[in-house]
């Protein structure tokens, strides 16, 4: 199973990015795709998730109403739309997946890790 997140930069305070998480290597009926991100010097922490069974969503309270989790089914493909961007924001993003039908925003319920990219809000 192989992830590839992209979509990562520099953006200004209120700024929107939009981060894409394109996985492969399985052939899993159901899957959960989630978004974590790790900012310096604090652990990692779940942002959004969804199923690819209903489109079931989680989002955390720091990015609930600023950000936006979407799928492509036919193309195994996750977005994630980040709009309002905070400095905050500032961390790696990584995407992550795992069999199933539950939606969770715990790391250790995810199997399988893309590599990550930096988001950076400053002006």
């Known amino acids: 199973v192989q992830l590839q997140a992209s979509g990562g930069g520099l953006v200004q305070p209120g700024g929107s990015l939009r981060l894409s998480c394109a996985a492969s290597g399985f052939t899993w009926d159901y899957y959960v795709i989630g978004w974590f991100r790790q900012a310096p010097g604090k652990e990692r922490e779940g942002v959004s998730c969804i199923a690819s069974s209903d489109g079931s969503t989680l989002y955390s309270d720091a990015v609930r109403g600023r950000f936006t989790i979407s799928r492509d089914k036919a193309k195994n493909t996750v977005s994630l739309q980040m709009n309002s961007l905070e400095p905050e924001d500032t961390a790696v993003y990584y995407c992550?997946?795992?069999?199933?039908?539950?939606?969770?925003?715990?790391?250790?319920?995810?199997?399988?890790w893309g590599q990550g990219t930096l988001v950076t809000v400053s002006s």
């Open positions: 992550a997946i795992t069999r199933g039908l539950l939606i969770s925003l715990q790391d250790h319920y995810y199997d399988y």
